[in-house]
Nanobody, 121 residues
């Protein structure tokens, strides 16, 4: 069983940065593809970024130039560095785990509770 917990959200001005963290309580953490999703009010949950056990990473096209995903397998941690934030980045950000590399939310079997990111203009 995998349990995930996000932290690092908050209020930031447009153009600012935030670093989100996700702590995973899981055996064989390296077996899982870890992803970040976000969901804004009234919108569907969308894929932000994902990373495999090594450094193979994937990004949504609209975020790949501003966001950076990383993981520390020794600490069972996943991070999302978000730079040049925009008001449209405001959403609840979720960490999730999947047994394979995918961008589809339905293929992730474990989710954290989410952390709110609010970007003011």
């Amino acid at each position: 069983q995998v349990q995930l917990g996000e932290s690092g959200g908050g209020l930031v001005q447009a153009g600012g940065s935030l670093r989100l963290s996700c702590a995973a309580s899981a055996r064989a953490f390296t077996n899982y593809f870890m992803g970040w999703f976000r969901q804004a009010p009234g919108k569907e949950r969308e894929f932000v970024a994902g990373i495999w056990r090594g450094d193979a990473s994937y990004y949504a096209d609209s975020m790949k130039d501003r966001f950076d995903i990383s993981r520390d397998n020794a600490k069972n941690m996943v991070y999302l560095q978000m730079n040049s934030l925009k008001p449209e980045d405001t959403a609840v950000y979720y960490c999730a785990a999947s047994p394979h590399a995918t961008t589809r939310a339905t293929e992730f079997f474990a989710w954290g509770q989410g952390t709110q990111v609010t970007v003011s203009s």
